[in-house]
């Protein structure tokens, strides 16, 4: 029986192919495009979950706000975890990481660097929490001593070769010498480190070491022991805050922490688990990069609206066409076959249909991998060896069959064999509702998706163009300032003499996110908690201002003859507002790390500059502070509107003459500008082309019915062209009809559109306003789309000649 259901099947295909070849097209199309986006939702959802114990794992985030900041952190005070450690046998290990930037790396003996970022200081803890093997060194010993580092294995293959890296030394920055003691197998890809290359013994740092409860620089890892609730872990924070920041507050300020919370102040501390890091943890000092949930929830809907849309076509090409098979079911019925029988006989069509969709959908994700890869910056593989995606991609095939033939095999099988018989089958019933029904849903989603486009695509325009109270146009940014050691003032000097050159400084911290530095001030003599003011604190030059485009509202910047600047302060409007100064200028501040030291340093406000954003359009502009003060972490160059490739190869010239041996990379400030936005860029893009990809679905759904339609109505368009219909009037009449459909969509799916993308743009401090002709626009373009779909077999039906009209039955 059921060889024969695939034969009937098979040549009901064969004998239909126009309408066979739009719904196996179509529903590959949206099998292809759920298959990929759901290969992007599992490879977020796996970060991390490659480690032992991965379920037990958290790391400590703190929420600080204090002195007009509310900071939202991934770091931990420096003794944090050992301390717990020993107050809280719950705790079967702690480790704590410490990303301290870049470094330029070489073998001992070598004259040539190579620049490595996914360097890290790590306590000789860490392989006790996370379970990356060594392929050589005991995991309990190979970061317990000073100046001892633990390298991947793709470092050691990059600087010892076959060698066995153990017990030989590489020099960093030039002037730090690490000894091998472990080679550690690669770090997973899909982890919150972003695949670490080198660890450094944390003993080698003194700050590793200090007491300092108010310091938070260190990323602090807890590994639960079996059976331990982490929610009931976190009450203990409260105890471990009352017992010793209390007696570090007391001990600075002469205030107790009911102080500092009566004047709106507090420190909290919370566990977020390992495997939620990468998507649900957008904090500052994160080690690498993050994901966005929002963005998996987006795209995991999307999914399923594509496949529901393909699906949906096969159900209205089906239902609709139900009439010319509405003879079959009465001639089947009347020799005695049971609806059973012809349920399944719809459905195996419908699973076979599936399936030669499943194959082409694999071939087209197969082939559309790369470029997808690409526009989400991902290295998604198809997963061919394993067994359990062959299982799901089966189950999937059959599943999306019996969903989408159900309703067409219950409902042509429902007809009477009598009625059927005499011709007294409705063309439209039921049938018809649910068809316009499905209309309706697959363009509503279609707007949404283009309504939600246009959103994300005024965000990235408004953000590009938004004044930003700096210049980043024009303006090369020359890396690692310090392989220069003491040569970086002379190099600036150097390049300044360039004629396309107009300005440069030399600073580790840039107005798009670079260096960042926290700290509290104080007004001098006043060390009570209401009045402090936590501030970014950037160390600058004399040229700073100037090179970076920023404004002075009032007083002065930096001058190099002036020796006093050498304790002057510049602060942003911010943070003049938040210290409350009638007039800032001349006023004098203080840093809280510095209270109880006699001799401390108090800076004198000699000028504020109009705020700027120097972080994410999400945030606020917050404090800021600008000291003068040597800094190497980056040469800032502003050139004039010439030749740049010229005057890049000039100053790569001189950089080999001073730093030999140094490897010279540079970048643009709008090229950094523009990576903080580069998720929501990605996802602009991949939002396109599924928007794209679910209009030709729809169109295709779309095309079908209106070839039916005009076939189901040539004897009536026959007889008004006899009666002196023009082609204009038969083109309305066949369109006028699903046009009101498609203008239905409009209606319901605008403001569902509106309220998502109200949402997702509310992550944002600074965005656009929605307006109502974004939806008048993509209801324009849903209406064009539509119209151009409907046109052809409207005309084509227009145009057909009258006398062979009539003669059709």
């Given at each position: 029986?059921?060889?024969?259901?695939?034969?009937?099947?098979?040549?009901?295909?064969?004998?239909?192919k126009?309408?066979?070849?739009?719904?196996?097209?179509?529903?590959?199309?949206?099998l292809?495009?759920?298959?990929?986006?759901?290969?992007?939702?599992?490879?977020?959802?796996?970060?991390?979950?490659?480690f032992?114990?991965?379920?037990?794992?958290?790391?400590?985030?703190?929420?600080?706000?204090?002195?007009?900041?509310?900071?939202?952190?991934?770091?931990?005070p420096?003794?944090?975890?050992?301390?717990?450690k020993?107050?809280?046998?719950?705790?079967?290990?702690?480790?704590?990481?410490?990303?301290?930037?870049?470094?330029?790396?070489?073998?001992?003996g070598?004259?040539?660097?190579?620049?490595?970022?996914?360097?890290?200081?790590?306590?000789?803890?860490?392989?006790?929490v996370?379970?990356?093997?060594?392929?050589?060194g005991?995991?309990?010993?190979?970061?317990?001593?000073?100046?001892?580092?633990?390298?991947?294995?793709?470092?050691?293959s990059?600087?010892?070769?076959?060698?066995?890296?153990?017990?030989?030394t590489?020099?960093?920055?030039?002037?730090?010498?690490?000894r091998?003691?472990?080679v550690?197998?690669?770090?997973?890809?899909r982890?919150?480190?972003?695949?670490?290359?080198?660890l450094?013994?944390?003993?080698?740092?003194d700050?590793?070491?200090?007491?300092?409860?108010?310091?938070?620089?260190?990323?602090?890892?807890?590994?639960?022991?079996?059976?331990?609730?982490?929610?009931?872990?976190?009450?203990?924070?409260?105890?471990?805050?009352?017992?010793?920041t209390?007696?570090?507050?007391q001990?600075?300020?002469?205030?107790?922490?009911?102080?500092?919370?009566?004047?709106?102040?507090?420190?909290?501390?919370?566990?977020?688990?390992?495997?939620?890091?990468?998507?649900?943890?957008d904090r500052?000092?994160?080690?690498?990069?993050?994901?966005?949930?929002?963005?998996?929830?987006?795209?995991?809907?999307?999914?399923?609206?594509?496949?529901?849309?393909?699906?949906?076509?096969?159900?209205?090409?089906?239902?609709?066409?139900?009439?010319?098979?509405?003879?079959?079911?009465?001639?089947?019925?009347?020799?005695?076959?049971?609806?059973?029988?012809l349920?399944?006989?719809?459905?195996?069509?419908?699973?076979l249909?599936?399936?030669?969709?499943?194959?082409?959908?694999?071939?087209?994700?197969?082939?559309?991998?790369?470029?997808?890869?690409?526009?989400?910056?991902?290295?998604?593989?198809?997963?061919f060896?394993?067994?359990w995606?062959?299982?799901?991609?089966?189950f999937?095939?059959?599943?999306?069959?019996?969903l989408?033939?159900?309703?067409?095999?219950?409902?042509?099988?429902?007809?009477q064999?009598?009625?059927?018989?005499?011709?007294?089958?409705s063309?439209?019933?039921?049938?018809?509702?649910?068809?316009?029904?499905?209309?309706?849903?697959?363009f509503?989603i279609?707007?949404?998706?283009?309504v939600?486009?246009?959103?994300?695509?005024?965000?990235?325009?408004?953000?590009q163009?938004?004044?930003?109270?700096?210049?980043?146009?024009?303006?090369l940014?020359?890396?690692?300032?310090?392989?220069l050691?003491?040569?970086a003032?002379?190099f600036?000097?150097?390049?300044?003499?360039?004629?396309?050159?107009?300005?440069?400084?030399?600073?580790?911290?840039?107005?798009?996110?670079?260096?960042?530095?926290?700290?509290?001030?104080?007004?001098?003599?006043q060390?009570?908690?209401?009045?402090?003011i936590?501030?970014q604190?950037?160390?600058?030059?004399?040229?700073?201002?100037?090179?970076?485009?920023?404004?002075?509202?009032?007083?002065?910047?930096?001058?190099?003859?002036?020796?006093?600047?050498?304790?002057?302060?510049?602060?942003?409007?911010?943070?003049a507002?938040?210290?409350?100064?009638?007039?800032?200028?001349?006023?004098?501040v203080?840093?809280?790390?510095?209270?109880?030291?006699?001799?401390r340093?108090?800076?004198?406000?000699i000028?504020?500059v109009?705020?700027?954003?120097?972080?994410?359009?999400?945030?606020?502009i917050?404090?800021?502070?600008?000291?003068l003060?040597?800094?190497?972490?980056?040469v800032?160059?502003?050139?004039?509107?010439n030749?740049?490739?010229?005057?890049?190869?000039?100053?790569?010239?001189?950089?080999?003459?001073?730093?030999?041996g140094?490897?010279?990379?540079y970048?643009?400030m709008?090229?950094?500008?523009?990576?903080?936005?580069?998720?929501?860029?990605?996802?602009?893009?991949?939002?396109?082309?599924?928007?794209?990809?679910?209009?030709?679905?729809?169109?295709?759904?779309?095309?079908?019915?209106?070839?039916?339609?005009a076939?189901?109505?040539?004897?009536?368009?026959g007889?008004?062209?006899?009666?002196?219909?023009?082609?204009?009037?038969?083109v309305?009449?066949?369109?006028?009809?699903?046009l009101?459909?498609?203008?239905?969509?409009?209606?319901?799916g605008?403001?569902?559109?509106?309220?998502?993308?109200?949402?997702?743009?509310?992550?944002?401090?600074?965005?656009?306003n929605?307006?109502?002709?974004?939806?008048?626009?993509a209801?324009?373009?849903?209406?064009?789309?539509?119209?151009?779909?409907?046109?052809?077999?409207?005309?084509?039906?227009?145009?057909?000649?009258?006398?062979?009209?009539?003669?059709?039955?």
């Open positions: 029986m059921l060889k024969n259901y695939f034969k009937i099947a098979w040549r009901n295909l064969r004998k239909h126009f309408y066979s070849f739009l719904n196996i097209f179509g529903l590959s199309l949206g292809a495009s759920c298959l990929l986006i759901t290969l992007y939702v599992v490879d977020e959802l796996s970060y991390d979950k490659s032992l114990h991965a379920d037990r794992i958290y790391r400590i985030n703190s929420d600080i706000k204090f002195g007009g900041a509310d900071m939202k952190l991934a770091v931990a420096d003794p944090m975890a050992f301390t717990l020993k107050d809280y046998p719950q705790l079967e290990a702690v480790a704590r990481l410490r990303e301290n930037g870049s470094y330029l790396v070489r073998r001992t070598s004259i040539d660097n190579l620049k490595e970022d996914q360097v890290v200081f790590a306590d000789s803890t860490f392989f006790k996370f379970s990356t093997p060594l392929v050589a005991d995991p309990n010993t190979v970061l317990t001593e000073p100046n001892t580092m633990v390298i991947s294995e793709r470092d050691a990059k600087y010892f070769g076959k060698e066995n890296p153990v017990g030989k590489l020099l960093l920055d030039n002037k730090h010498t690490y091998v003691t472990g550690m197998e690669n770090m997973p890809d982890s919150h480190f972003g695949g670490l290359n080198m450094l013994s944390m003993s080698s740092t700050e590793s070491r200090r007491d300092n409860w108010g310091s938070h620089n260190f990323n602090t890892y807890l590994l639960l022991r079996e059976g331990v609730d982490a929610r009931q872990f976190e009450k203990n924070f409260d105890t471990v805050i009352e017992k010793y209390g007696k570090w507050v001990k600075l300020m002469g205030a107790s922490l009911a102080d500092l919370r009566k004047s709106g102040s507090y420190i909290k501390y919370s566990l977020i688990r390992l495997t939620d890091i990468h998507l649900k943890s500052t000092a994160e080690i690498g990069p993050n994901g966005n949930i929002q963005y998996v929830y987006i795209f995991g809907v999307v999914a399923v609206f594509l496949l529901v849309i393909a699906c949906v076509n096969f159900m209205n090409l089906a239902t609709a066409r139900s009439s010319n098979r509405a003879k079959e079911v009465g001639v089947r019925k009347a020799l005695g076959s049971e609806r059973s029988a349920v399944n006989q719809f459905l195996t069509e419908a699973v249909l599936s399936f030669l969709s499943l194959v082409l959908a694999l071939i087209l994700a197969y082939a559309a991998l790369p470029l997808f890869n690409n526009l989400a910056s991902k290295q998604i593989v198809f997963p060896q394993n067994i995606f062959w299982l799901i991609v089966i999937t095939g059959a599943w999306v069959g019996i989408a033939g159900s309703y067409p095999a219950f409902f042509l099988s429902a007809f064999p009598l009625k059927v018989l005499k011709n007294q089958v063309q439209e019933g039921k049938g018809g509702y649910l068809r316009n029904s499905l209309v309706v849903f697959q509503m279609s707007v949404m998706l283009i939600g486009t246009g959103v994300i695509f005024r965000q990235l325009n408004y953000i163009t938004k004044k930003l109270g700096f210049n980043k146009d024009q303006v940014i020359i890396n690692d300032a310090y392989a050691n003491k040569q003032a002379a600036k000097e150097e390049v300044l003499q360039l004629p396309n050159v107009e300005s440069g400084t030399i600073s580790s911290y840039l107005p798009t996110p670079s260096s960042r530095s926290d700290n509290t001030f104080f007004p001098e003599g060390l009570q908690q209401d009045k402090g936590n501030m604190q950037w160390t600058v030059d004399h040229d700073y201002l100037k090179t970076m485009g920023l404004d002075v509202k009032s007083g002065r910047g930096f001058l190099e003859n002036y020796p006093s600047d050498s304790t002057g302060i510049i602060i942003n409007e911010s943070a507002k938040i210290l409350g100064f009638a007039d800032p200028l001349g006023k004098k203080f840093m809280f790390q510095d209270a109880l030291n006699e001799n340093t108090t800076y004198t406000i000028g504020v109009k705020n700027f954003h120097f972080e994410s359009l999400r945030k606020n917050g404090a800021l502070s600008m000291i003060k040597p800094s190497s972490g980056s800032a160059i502003r050139l004039k509107s030749d740049v490739t010229q005057t890049i190869a000039s100053i790569k010239s001189l950089w080999k003459n001073m730093a030999p140094q490897p010279f990379s970048r643009f709008d090229d950094d500008f523009d990576n903080v936005y580069r998720s929501e860029q990605r996802v602009g893009q991949i939002f396109i082309t599924f928007a794209v990809i679910s209009i030709i679905i729809g169109c295709l759904g779309l095309f079908g019915l209106s070839a039916y339609t076939e189901r109505r040539t004897k009536e368009i007889v008004r062209k006899v009666l002196g219909a023009s082609v204009s009037n038969i309305t009449l066949l369109s006028t009809d699903f009101k459909l498609v203008l239905l969509a409009i209606l319901i605008s403001p569902i559109a509106w309220y998502a993308m109200n949402l997702w743009l509310s992550e944002f401090v600074y965005h656009i929605i307006s109502w002709w974004m939806f008048a626009a209801g324009l373009l849903a209406i064009i789309i539509a119209l151009l779909t409907i046109s052809f077999q409207s005309i084509k039906a227009a145009l057909m000649n009258p006398v062979k009209s009539l003669k059709t039955e």
